[in-house]
């Protein structure tokens, strides 16, 4: 994003906000599933970013990159309001995981998208077992692919932290993730399961993306704040 549409965003031009909405409005809901691990809740969540966003502009400082990170760090803390309580956040993860595993799909398709149930429905659950921290830096640094300078600045935290705070992360999410594996496939021996874990952890960057297509509609039609001053 150039410096020009970072200066217009500033200043509250709402053509500019209206275009940082539609580059990052996607991105923010996938982030906000992630944290807050319910449909209804995230699009609650990706609207109140924008509104946040737009207030506070003027923070906004005026040289930089893409404004893609400050907008993810304002998700996260709206998240954050949302599911303080990790007992919210695990109840939440669990019934999210229910769900997954009992969507309907057609006969031909079935084997391979109940594979791909049980794999969401795994890292949801592995998900609720980290603490809040663990999973904020998680979803920006392994999932929104930021770095660690990146997401230092989007929490408002220590480089140090986050490295710390995801090596921990990470450690949990496989633990966890192996034992969701050995609970589901009983006869998986030691070794394999740790492989499926490592890929579980690469893959769950997908995590979020999923049903996104049906839900493109109601995205596009929660537009910023700004757009009513058009």
């Not at 954050?80 to 799909?105: F, G, I, K, V």
């Not at 391979?112 to 921290?133: E, K, T, V, Y």
């Not at 450690?171 to 394999?192: D, I, M, Q, V, Y």
């Amino acid at each position: 994003m150039s410096t020009d549409i970072r200066t217009r965003v500033r200043a509250g031009d709402p053509s500019a906000f209206a275009e940082l909405y539609d580059r990052y409005a996607r991105t923010v809901y996938n982030h906000a599933f992630r944290l807050a691990p319910d449909w209804h809740a995230a699009e609650d969540v990706m609207a109140e970013t924008f509104t946040q966003a737009w207030r506070l502009r003027e923070q906004i400082e005026a040289e930089g990159g893409s404004l893609r990170p400050w907008l993810l760090g304002v998700a996260t803390n709206v998240a954050r309001s949302h599911y303080r309580s990790n007992r919210r956040y695990r109840a939440a993860a669990q019934a999210a995981a229910q769900a997954e595993m009992t969507l309907p799909d057609h006969a031909n398709t079935v084997a391979g998208r109940l594979d791909d149930q049980r794999r969401i429905a795994a890292a949801l659950r592995a998900l609720a077992a980290l603490r809040r921290p663990e999973r904020e830096v998680l979803a920006l640094c392994l999932w929104e692919g930021l770095e660690y300078t990146a997401a230092a600045q989007a929490l408002g935290i220590a480089v140090g932290t986050v490295r710390s705070r995801l090596a921990r992360a990470r450690a949990k999410l496989r633990k966890h993730t192996e034992a969701e594996l050995r609970a589901t496939h009983a006869a998986t021996s030691a070794p394999c399961a740790a492989e499926q874990a490592e890929e579980l952890v690469r893959e769950m960057r997908e995590l979020g993306r999923a049903g996104r297509q049906t839900r493109d509609e109601r995205i596009h039609a929660i537009r910023p704040v700004s757009e009513g001053n058009r």
